[in-house]
Antibody, heavy 120, light 109 residues
Framework: EVQLVQSGAEVRKSGEPLKISCKAS????????IGWVRQMPGKDLEYIGM????????KYSPASRGQVTISVDKSISTAWLQWSSLKASDTAMYYC?????????????WGQGTLVTVSS | QSALTQPASVSGSPGQSVTISCTGF?????????VSWYQQYAAKAPTLIIY???KRPSGVSNRFSGSQSGNTASLTISGLQAEDEADYYC?????????FGGGTKLTVL
């Protein structure tokens, strides 16, 4: 059974660093990109970026480039999303998802989400 | 890059059909987009219900169907049930670029 299990909710202050995780199981981790998606309170889904575990090839959305860092450790089937200096506007639910389907054209399995709350 | 465009809300009575549209993905020469649809219940993670415009993952009810006509992708839910009340998002993948729509809230009357 494919599973993506994310780390628990975090509360931080503006300016603090943070790293959240997404641990995959039930499939060959190196065969699928892992993507990250943000959902601000009451808002829609926003694509942040994705990483290919085999070679750590990483792609970011224009809005996210320079704001976050996506990384991976294939030896423990885990991907991370990190901030060096949080802002109050980073308050959101963050989801990781596996890029899948026939041509890897969709996100077929999702983590349960990590709620990040940043106070100013 | 602009998000995809969906209606903010749709509604229907049990047993009826509803269709949600999605526009804004690229389909001009040299660009081919793959549209997928996701269902999200309140305070839950999204789940995939349609991919590549019209394909249904195993385990998804055949009451959900997808189609494409030109620059518009559509999700149709037939035989509406109370459990279908949720938010629905379209997403497109084009040349390594992912976009999501603004989401459509489905209310079952």
């Amino acid at each position: 059974e494919v599973q993506l299990v994310q780390s628990g909710a975090e509360v931080r202050k503006s300016g603090e660093p943070l790293k959240i995780s997404c641990k995959a199981s039930g499939y060959m981790f190196t065969s699928h990109w892992i993507g990250w998606v943000r959902q601000m309170p009451g808002k829609d889904l926003e694509y942040i970026g994705m990483i290919y575990p085999t070679d750590s090839d990483t792609k970011y959305s224009p809005a996210s480039r320079g704001q976050v860092t996506i990384s991976v450790d294939k030896s423990i089937s885990t991907a991370w999303l990190q901030w060096s200096s949080l802002k109050a506007s980073d308050t959101a639910m963050y989801y990781c998802a596996r890029r899948g389907c026939d041509g890897q054209t969709c996100y077929d399995f999702w983590g349960q989400g990590t709620l990040v709350t940043v106070s100013s | 890059q602009s998000a995809l465009t969906q209606p903010a809300s749709v509604s229907g009575s049990p047993g009826q059909s509803v269709t949600i549209s999605c526009t804004g993905f690229r389909s001009d020469v040299g660009f081919y987009s793959y549209v997928s649809w996701y269902q999200q219940y309140a305070a839950k993670a999204p789940t995939l219900i349609i991919y590549e415009f019209s394909k249904r993952p195993s385990g998804v009810s055949n009451r959900f169907s997808g189609s494409q006509s030109g620059n518009t992708a559509s999700l149709t839910i037939s035989g509406l049930q109370a459990e279908d009340e949720a938010d629905y998002y379209c997403s497109s993948y084009t040349n390594t670029v992912w976009l999501f729509g603004g989401g459509t809230k489905l209310t079952v009357l």
